[in-house]
């Protein structure tokens, strides 16, 4: 296993009071696995993604990397360094940086480190990604479609060990999730986890396990 | 990839929000070096003005000296008749005759057909304590200018002082406090003070001057005198021994000697005017002073509220900046970019702010005190001003402006270091 949540429960203050957004959640994720995570808006997911990436400290249960790291009893730095080195995020948003090109954004995973193995790593996923027209361009010059792939290389920079997407078809027409979910699901053939938050139909093509969720609780 | 170039991208995609911080940093140095420029512009000027002015003093002086060596010439010179046994080591000494003679001399001298001495004044002096006020003083009792019968009338030199009346020297009246119109007591005897003189740096200051009729009645030497002057003797080169003769055949037992040579009178001269000459340019730096002095308090006060409200400025600017990059902040979190990276990520923007900012004020900092010189100072100015004075000006504008926006920009740079990416991405 990969990541484990154990009786994970998550709550937020909300303006008519308390909101549960995680309720007891335990799951797990294995290598070479996609698990999909389905439910409607405000169930939770997204929370659930956060805290399986441990960038969300639950208020009761565990989160664990690997069999033994437990990410939240980190400090914030180690913790950040650890996710970097382990964990790539999709977002609906693409959260690309505005001022800079496909290929920087690709690279700024890599921030204060100098190395020509890296730009040539950005190059390969500018290749992989069909983006090599594209390299100096900026986001808003791009199709929504580059931008997520832009968003997808960049998640895949540093190779890591899970990709965490939320939502990553959102906002993509169905050529263009379907050209995402093949390259996760190409991800996971090569022995990479994916826990994917989407409402995508199609995601159940790729998924090895499909989770649903309601209320801040997963459904079996 | 390098955090500058993330900087340099960052910078140009948010020009106004850069611009206005770099404005608010050109305003803060620009201040700062104008101000320390202003000064030494003042100062360069001050002395280009002062040199200027003793040039043409000493031009002036030197022209005075002229004239007062001229009129020197045609003036005499002053002798003293004393009683013949006054040792003149202690006159020399004392400045006054202890011994007397008859006071009947200076009218025979007066009525005698001697040509070369004009304006006699009598007057007896004696070295006395004040019993009244418990002081050494010198009483001098005079009568004024003796008319010469066989010369044409001509205005006294000196005033006699009248009955009942004191004039008393500087300190006499400064350590007593007495005052013009005061009434006095001496020996006895009240007294109206008529004059109070002004500091002469000689005996005169320890002297009271009194009608010689009531010195001779206050001193017991009725008709007695202890000395005659003759003012502005009328002689043409070393006439003196001439003058003795002339006088010794009238007043057998009487000895003479000068009082002041012409020489003493032209270095007195000479000393006036270049004291003369040092108050005015004294003044002049004075008033120089004042205006630099004004200048300081008035840099001392606004500075710092400039410094405050920049500083303020680029704070806000900073704030709004990490405001407007909440997503990238929180994605760079996200993607394992350190909270260190982040804070030095805004600390070079504002490093970079502060240097921008910096060369620019110092740049119009040290036109603008320069243009309000005037062009034909510009180049003296700008020559005058020695290289370590720019060196140095140009260190603290870029290492001052630097040190404002960092410390300017350093909270909102570590609240973007601290912010939480999952609340960001989950807000986003």
Not at chain 1, 19 to 36: F, H, K, P, R, T
Not at chain 1, 132 to 155: I, K, M, N, Y
Not at chain 1, 187 to 194: I, R, T
Not at chain 2, 250 to 258: A, S, W
Request: charged residues 25%.
């Amino acid at each position: 296993m990969i990541i484990q949540l154990k009786n994970v429960t998550r709550s937020f203050s909300g303006p008519k009071g308390k909101v549960i957004a995680l309720n007891d959640v335990s799951l797990y994720l294995s290598s070479g696995e996609m698990l999909a995570i389905n439910g409607p808006s405000g169930c939770g997911k997204s929370t659930l993604l956060m805290t399986a990436a441990g960038m969300l400290k639950p208020d009761q249960g565990d989160v664990l990397f690997g069999e033994d790291d437990h990410p939240y009893n980190l400090p914030p730095d180690r913790r950040s360094r650890l996710r970097a080195g382990l964990i790539g995020f999709v977002f609906q948003q693409f959260h690309l940086i505005p001022y800079l090109t496909v290929r920087e954004n690709i690279i700024i995973p890599s921030l204060s480190i100098l190395d020509k193995v890296l730009d040539r790593r950005a190059q390969e996923l500018i290749q992989q990604f069909g983006l090599h027209d594209r390299a100096d361009h900026v986001p808003s010059q791009l199709s929504t479609g580059e931008r997520q792939r832009t968003a997808l290389a960049r998640a895949l920079f540093n190779r890591p060990k899970i990709i965490m997407a939320d939502e990553p078809t959102g906002n993509l027409d169905d050529e263009n999730a379907d050209i995402v979910l093949k390259h996760l699901g190409r991800y996971v053939s090569e022995g990479g986890s994916v826990l994917l938050v989407t409402h995508n139909a199609g995601a159940a093509y790729y998924a090895t396990r499909i989770l649903k969720m309601r209320d801040g609780r997963l459904l079996q | 990839m390098k955090i500058q170039h993330l900087v340099l991208k960052e910078i140009i995609h948010r020009k106004l929000n850069f611009s206005l911080s770099v404005f608010a940093t050109l305003i803060a140095t620009a201040s700062l070096i104008g101000s320390i420029v202003l000064l030494r512009v003042h100062d360069i000027k001050t002395q280009s003005i002062l040199q200027e002015k003793e040039a043409k003093l000493q031009e002036r002086m030197d022209i005075l000296k002229d004239d007062m060596r001229k009129a020197m010439l045609i003036l005499g010179f002053n002798v003293v008749i004393l009683p013949k046994d006054q040792n003149l080591a202690d006159w020399y000494s004392d400045d006054y005759s202890a011994k007397d003679m008859p006071e009947a001399y200076v009218d025979r001298l007066a009525n005698s057909d001697i040509l070369s001495i004009r304006h006699l004044l009598p007057s007896l002096q004696q070295k006395i304590e004040w019993p009244e006020r418990r002081r050494k003083i010198i009483l001098v009792g005079t009568r004024g200018e003796v008319p010469n019968l066989h010369q044409t009338p001509q205005k006294p030199m000196v005033q006699p002082v009248p009955f009942g009346s004191i004039t008393l020297g500087y300190e006499l009246h400064r350590s007593m406090d007495i005052r013009v119109n005061d009434t006095v007591k001496l020996m006895g005897k009240m007294f109206t003070v008529n004059k109070c003189y002004d500091e002469r740096g000689n005996q005169d200051d320890i002297t009271a001057w009194i009608n010689l009729k009531e010195a001779q009645e206050l001193l017991g030497k009725e008709g007695r005198i202890s000395a005659i002057l003759a003012l502005e003797c009328l002689c043409t080169g070393n006439s003196l021994p001439i003058i003795r003769k002339e006088i010794a055949a009238i007043l057998p037992d009487t000895q003479v000697i000068e009082r002041e040579s012409r020489a003493l009178a032209r270095a007195e001269a000479r000393t006036k005017v270049a004291q003369e000459a040092a108050m005015t340019l004294e003044k002049e730096k004075l008033a120089r002073e004042t205006i630099r002095h004004e200048m300081e308090r008035m840099a001392s006060i606004l500075i710092p509220v400039i410094l405050l409200a920049c500083a303020l400025w680029i704070a806000f600017m900073g704030f709004i900046n990490v405001r407007s990059r909440r997503e990238e902040i929180g994605i760079l979190r996200a993607v394992g970019v350190s909270a260190r990276d982040i804070f030095m990520l805004f600390t070079w923007k504002h490093l970079s702010i502060g240097i921008l900012g910096g060369f620019l004020g110092l740049v119009l900092g040290t036109i603008l005190p320069f243009m309000s010189s005037g062009p034909d100072q510009v180049i003296q100015i700008g020559v005058v001003g020695s290289l370590i004075f720019w060196l140095g000006l140009g260190a603290l504008s870029m290492i001052g402006a630097s040190f404002l926006s960092i410390v300017a920009g350093w909270i909102p740079a570590m609240i973007a270091s601290r912010q939480d990416p999952a609340e960001v991405l989950r807000g986003e």
